[in-house]
């Protein structure tokens, strides 16, 4: 399963994490691209957050999901 994240506007460079419950980070990938495919099948049922920062630490989107 994939998860596809867009962030319109992404000029730069971008760190995209995702976070479980608890806050602990699982994932933690960059990307240049507006559009990008986050591999998710490791991930086990249960709601996950994350978070894209561009370059400077700032936060440009943040949200949650749920994996089935």
Do not use: C, E, M, W
Request: avoid cysteine.
């Amino acid at each position: 399963k994939t998860l596809n994240v867009h962030v319109p506007g992404l000029s730069t460079r971008a760190n995209i994490r995702v976070f479980d419950i608890n806050g602990r980070l699982l994932v933690n990938r960059q990307t240049t691209q507006a559009n990008t495919a986050l591999d998710v099948n490791r991930l086990a049922s249960g709601v996950y957050f994350i978070k894209v920062d561009d370059i400077s630490g700032n936060t440009i989107y943040q949200s949650k999901f749920v994996k089935q």
